[in-house]
Nanobody, 122 residues
Framework: QVQLVESGGGLVQAGGSLRLSCASS????????MGWFRQAPGKEREFVAA????????YYIDSVKGRFTISRDNAKNTVYLQMNSLKPEDTAVYSC???????????????WGQGTQVTVSS
């Protein structure tokens, strides 16, 4: 069983930065691909970024390319999402997920965190 806990969300002005963390309690963290998803009020959940188990391959939705960076530290059982140049449209609940491959579909993952709120003011 893998438990995922996100942290680092908050309120930030447009143009600002936040770094989200997702800590895993499982000892097999390094064998999982990790993904970040977000869901804004009244909108569908959408894929944001993913990283393979080694950290060698990363994937992003077009709207965050060049602004967000996903990374992982397997020694700390943690995956990060560095978010720069934040925009009001980035406001959402951000959740991390663990699975066998870095997929873009939420249901393709095996474990999910509860999420952390990110609010970007204009």
């Amino acid at each position: 069983q893998v438990q995922l806990v996100e942290s680092g969300g908050g309120l930030v002005q447009a143009g600002g930065s936040l770094r989200l963390s997702c800590a895993s309690s499982g000892r097999t963290f390094s064998s999982y691909a990790m993904g970040w998803f977000r869901q804004a009020p009244g909108k569908e959940r959408e894929f944001v970024a993913a990283i393979d188990w080694r950290g060698g391959s990363t994937y992003y939705i077009d709207s965050v390319k060049g602004r967000f960076t996903i990374s992982r530290d397997n020694a700390k059982n943690t995956v990060y999402l560095q978010m720069n140049s934040l925009k009001p449209e980035d406001t959402a609940v951000y959740s991390c997920a663990a699975g066998g491959h870095p997929r873009t579909l939420y249901d393709d993952y095996d474990y999910w965190g509860q999420g952390t709120q990110v609010t970007v003011s204009s």
